[in-house]
């Protein structure tokens, strides 16, 4: 493996950590009565269960990929 290749597995490796903090937040927003997620654009609140199950599987999906990624 070159040096390059271990910088982007590091970045990927990063990568990965924020989409799962990102996951965890998703999740507790999902069962929390007045959820707070940041990072998303103009929206402070989502109230709505359904899109905060989309985000939940988009991100779990983009985990998915990055772990493949990272192999």
Do not use: W
Request: glycine residues 2%; hydrophobic residues 40%; charged residues 30%.
């Amino acid at each position: 493996m070159t040096k390059k290749e271990l910088s982007q597995l590091y970045y990927l490796n990063h990568e990965i950590e924020q989409e799962r903090r990102r996951l965890r937040e998703l999740e507790a927003a999902a069962t929390s009565v007045s959820p707070k997620i940041t990072g998303l654009p103009h929206i402070n609140k989502i109230s709505d269960k359904t899109a905060i199950a989309a985000q939940i599987a988009d991100c779990r999906a983009v985990i998915e990929a990055k772990l493949k990624l990272s192999v």
